[in-house]
Each structure stands twice: as structure tokens, then as C-alpha cells.
T-cell receptor, first 112, second 115 residues
Framework: TQLLEQSPQFLSIQEGENLTVYCNSSSVFSSLQWYRQEPGEGPVLLVTVVTGGEVKKLKRLTFQFGDARKDSSLHITAAQPGDTGLYLCAGYNAGNNRKLIWGLGTSLAVNP | GAGVSQSPSNKVTEKGKDVELRCDPISGHTALYWYRQSLGQGLEFLIYFQGNSAPDKSGLPSDRFSAERTGGSVSTLTIQRTQQEDSAVYLC?????????????FGSGTRLTVV
């Protein structure tokens, strides 16, 4: 069974701090996606990484796909209260009947 | 419409009643997914439709759960004889294809409460 483990499970920080959350697996994925979910809403896609070692930046968010395509990280610089939410990673592997495998998420709270 | 639409947004039902949850995907999206999410938890896969292929029902927790997708567009998730453990947010998502570069667009969900 392919699993994606996310850490930490919960994170509470002050506005302006930096943070990194992780998404790890023992399996290789063709791509990794990151989503953010706010209360009362569905997850919203932030980024897709498809190449081992790839780094993508989205304003203050930096996403990295591991060289072996088994893990990914999300780094947020100078966190703001608007970054608060549940961050979910999802891996794609054609062997899973072409559907995503989801981690359980990191719940981030950024306090003003 | 511009996004994935789900209705109702909230549903309270009595234990033992049947419920139907509706999902309108983005027009032209060939793949449609149903997930369940309990409070503060990750996503539990339920069922997946892709074009005219037989649906992937591998995530349905029991035979009380079923889903249809009519005309390759609107989908209905039906839960028969609801139980309290069915209380959760039911999320629908669609995508324009399946493959490593295709992301999902989610609706806002239906919050189901079984009392």
C-alpha cells in the first residue's frame, strides 16, 4: 500500500516566522501536488511538481520535490494569518488506477 | 459554471433515512471524484468516474453507499439507511483528465449530520 506521511501534523506559529512542512513516502511518485484547505471549503491546488529535484516558488511559498521523487517539502517565508489552513500533499502514480494518493495533512495556524 | 458546485451545502438527517448529495463538475471535465472528510482529518476516497469507463468503487465503505454519474456530467452520491458514523463532509472534485499533471478542482462540500 502506498502511503504519504505528512509532518508535523499540527503547527502553530507567530506571524512573520518561517516554517517547513514535509510529505514523505517509501514509494516513488510521478508527481506530487500540494493543496491548501480553509475551513468550510474544499482543498485548492497550489502547485504540481513532476521532476525529481524540482523547486517551484509561489510568492512566499517554496515547494521542492525530492531527487528520488519519494518526498516533498513546502517552505513558507514570513508566514501571515492568511496562510492558516490545512496543507495536503497528494501523489500521483499510474499504478493506483490513475487517482491521487493523499496524505493526512498539516494543520497550520498563523497567529497575528 | 466556473467551479464545482455541490448541493446541499448542509444536510441534517435522522438515522435510518436515505440522503442524496449532488455534484455539478466543471463543464468538460471527464473525471469526477467523491471523497469523505471527517473533522480535521484527511480525505477518504469513495468513488471515481472517468469518462465512459466503469467507475472505481474501491473506496465505498459499505453497500449502503452508491453513486451515479449521468450523461458524463452531474453525479449523485446516495447513502441509504444513514448511520451516525456517516456524519462527515462529503467533497466532490473534478479534473480535465487523469495523469501526473492534472490537478483536482474541489467543491465546497456537503456537511452531513446524522442525528
Amino acid at each position: 500500500t502506498q502511503l504519504l506521511e505528512q509532518s508535523p501534523q499540527f503547527l502553530s506559529i507567530q506571524e512573520g516566522e518561517n516554517l517547513t512542512v514535509y510529505c514523505n513516502s517509501s514509494s516513488v511518485f510521478s508527481s506530487l501536488q500540494w493543496y491548501r484547505q480553509e475551513p468550510g471549503e474544499g482543498p485548492v491546488l497550489l502547485v504540481t511538481v513532476v521532476t525529481g529535484g524540482e523547486v517551484k516558488k509561489l510568492k512566499r511559498l517554496t515547494f521542492q520535490f525530492g531527487d528520488a521523487r519519494k518526498d516533498s517539502s513546502l517552505h513558507i517565508t514570513a508566514a501571515q494569518p492568511g496562510d492558516t489552513g490545512l496543507y495536503l500533499c497528494a501523489g500521483y502514480n499510474a499504478g493506483n488506477n490513475r487517482k491521487l494518493i493523499w496524505g493526512l495533512g498539516t494543520s497550520l495556524a498563523v497567529n497575528p | 459554471g466556473a467551479g464545482v458546485s455541490q448541493s446541499p451545502s448542509n444536510k441534517v438527517t435522522e438515522k435510518g433515512k436515505d440522503v442524496e448529495l449532488r455534484c455539478d463538475p466543471i463543464s468538460g471535465h471527464t473525471a469526477l471524484y467523491w471523497y469523505r472528510q471527517s473533522l480535521g482529518q484527511g480525505l477518504e476516497f469513495l468513488i471515481y468516474f472517468q469518462g465512459n469507463s466503469a467507475p472505481d468503487k474501491s473506496g465505498l465503505p459499505s453497500d449502503r453507499f452508491s453513486a451515479e454519474r449521468t450523461g458524463g456530467s452531474v453525479s449523485t452520491l446516495t447513502i441509504q439507511r444513514t448511520q451516525q458514523e456517516d456524519s462527515a463532509v462529503y467533497l466532490c472534485a473534478s479534473s480535465s483528465g487523469t495523469g501526473e499533471s492534472y490537478g483536482y478542482t474541489f467543491g465546497s462540500g456537503t456537511r452531513l449530520t446524522v442525528v
